[in-house]
């Protein structure tokens, strides 16, 4: 068994067809250990371009190889057949993050190599974000290295070195943990992540909104109602359309995001900036509730209040909310609503 970290590095066309746009592998750099203590090898090769001659300008700036590196490169079937030979057979592999896989796949098969497109490839980015930063983003390689502590004195965007830094992390990680986790055990670690970051924005979201209730004045405040539900009443008119404190400009708020006992939306003067609607409610009598439009320009926002709705608060979409209930008599609906059901009777025929 031998731990396979690999790294490639690619080019691209400047596309002007389809064929241009695939990511073409202009060096395989790997590094491999024996077991979690082991010292391990490098593999590293430049491959020969054969679909973009020249190398894309942005490739230039990031990868610090020449023109000329490739004078004495092999072509890439050559490149990769060596590289798996030097892999053997019992290897496993890593990558930091998805697209090294991706980019591999795409060569493989362009140059009709799907006898190794099966592998599998674990990705150590995923299982450092998780276990280390403890976050969903994906965190770049040289960033995790500092994280971790580890010596980088080799410069970045080699796939070389970029495949030593990878297999650095990877036995970092087992000393620290034990072992690496799998695939199941990741999706379950995302899972409570999410759920715990979702947590924690809806508190400090109900947090800021109770505070700028209390603290700011809404520059427009009305009462919406009543309503036979909260949902009816999130719909309606009178709590999403609202002129501009400024101008004349007739607003609407979109999507509302609850937390807690509070919804809030998003709307925008194209002149006065973004304003931001707070919907409360309270209940009527004959089970009616009835709901309190607020509207705070953005400035007198915290800075996160609508991302933490976002994030932490039950989206309710106001194209998906309940119709309406209309009275029975109220004849410019009905006729409205005798149409649509006559459309949707033909839709079940079919
Ligand atoms: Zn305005």
Same mark, same amino acid.
């Given at each position: 068994m031998s731990y396979v970290f690999f790294d490639l590095e690619w080019n691209q066309g400047y596309?002007?067809? #389809? $064929? #241009? !746009?695939i990511d073409e592998i202009i060096q395989i750099g790997a590094y491999r250990l024996h077991d979690w203590q082991d010292s391990g090898d490098a593999f590293s090769a430049w491959v020969k371009p054969g679909i973009h001659k020249k190398l894309h300008h942005q490739v230039k700036k990031l990868v610090p @190889? *020449?023109? $000329? +590196?490739? !004078?004495?490169a092999k072509p890439f079937r050559r490149v990769a057949g060596e590289f798996f030979r030097w892999c053997g057979q019992d290897a496993r592999f890593f990558t930091w993050g998805t697209c090294d896989a991706r980019v591999l796949d795409t060569n493989l098969c362009w140059y009709g190599m799907e006898e190794y497109l099966d592998l599998e490839i674990y990705d150590l980015q995923r299982a450092f974000d998780l =276990?280390? =930063? *403890?976050?969903v983003n994906q965190t770049s390689l040289e960033a995790a290295v500092t994280a971790l502590g580890l010596d980088a004195e080799l410069p970045y965007h080699d796939a070389g070195n970029d495949a030593r830094y990878t297999a650095l992390i990877g036995r970092e990680l087992v000393r620290r943990f034990g072992r690496l986790p799998g695939e199941e055990e990741l999706d379950r670690l995302e899972a409570q992540l999410r759920e715990q970051l979702r947590l924690q924005a809806m508190e400090a979201a109900d947090r800021d909104i109770h505070t700028l209730l209390e603290v700011e004045h809404p520059v427009m405040a009305r009462k919406c109602g009543a309503f036979a539900s909260e949902a009816e009443g999130l719909k309606s008119r009178s709590a999403r359309i609202y002129h501009c404190p400024s101008c004349d400009n007739l607003l609407c708020g979109g999507n509302w995001y609850q937390v807690g006992i509070h919804y809030v939306s998003r709307s925008r003067c194209a002149e006065h900036g973004r304003y931001f609607g707070v919907m409360s409610f309270h209940e009527e009598r004959f089970e009616r509730v009835q709901g309190t439009l607020r509207v705070y320009p953005e +400035? =007198? @926002?915290? +800075? +996160?209040l609508f991302r933490l709705c976002r994030q932490g608060g039950k989206r309710i979409e106001v194209n998906q909310m309940p119709r309406k209930r209309h009275r029975s008599g109220s004849g410019r609906f009905k006729g409205f609503r005798r149409k649509k059901a006559a459309g949707e009777g033909k839709n079940v025929r079919q």
């Amino acid at each position: 068994m031998s731990y396979v970290f690999f790294d490639l590095e690619w080019n691209q066309g400047y596309p002007r067809s #389809e $064929a #241009e !746009k695939i990511d073409e592998i202009i060096q395989i750099g790997a590094y491999r250990l024996h077991d979690w203590q082991d010292s391990g090898d490098a593999f590293s090769a430049w491959v020969k371009p054969g679909i973009h001659k020249k190398l894309h300008h942005q490739v230039k700036k990031l990868v610090p @190889l *020449e023109q $000329a +590196d490739f !004078k004495h490169a092999k072509p890439f079937r050559r490149v990769a057949g060596e590289f798996f030979r030097w892999c053997g057979q019992d290897a496993r592999f890593f990558t930091w993050g998805t697209c090294d896989a991706r980019v591999l796949d795409t060569n493989l098969c362009w140059y009709g190599m799907e006898e190794y497109l099966d592998l599998e490839i674990y990705d150590l980015q995923r299982a450092f974000d998780l =276990l280390v =930063l *403890e976050t969903v983003n994906q965190t770049s390689l040289e960033a995790a290295v500092t994280a971790l502590g580890l010596d980088a004195e080799l410069p970045y965007h080699d796939a070389g070195n970029d495949a030593r830094y990878t297999a650095l992390i990877g036995r970092e990680l087992v000393r620290r943990f034990g072992r690496l986790p799998g695939e199941e055990e990741l999706d379950r670690l995302e899972a409570q992540l999410r759920e715990q970051l979702r947590l924690q924005a809806m508190e400090a979201a109900d947090r800021d909104i109770h505070t700028l209730l209390e603290v700011e004045h809404p520059v427009m405040a009305r009462k919406c109602g009543a309503f036979a539900s909260e949902a009816e009443g999130l719909k309606s008119r009178s709590a999403r359309i609202y002129h501009c404190p400024s101008c004349d400009n007739l607003l609407c708020g979109g999507n509302w995001y609850q937390v807690g006992i509070h919804y809030v939306s998003r709307s925008r003067c194209a002149e006065h900036g973004r304003y931001f609607g707070v919907m409360s409610f309270h209940e009527e009598r004959f089970e009616r509730v009835q709901g309190t439009l607020r509207v705070y320009p953005e +400035d =007198l @926002l915290p +800075d +996160d209040l609508f991302r933490l709705c976002r994030q932490g608060g039950k989206r309710i979409e106001v194209n998906q909310m309940p119709r309406k209930r209309h009275r029975s008599g109220s004849g410019r609906f009905k006729g409205f609503r005798r149409k649509k059901a006559a459309g949707e009777g033909k839709n079940v025929r079919q």
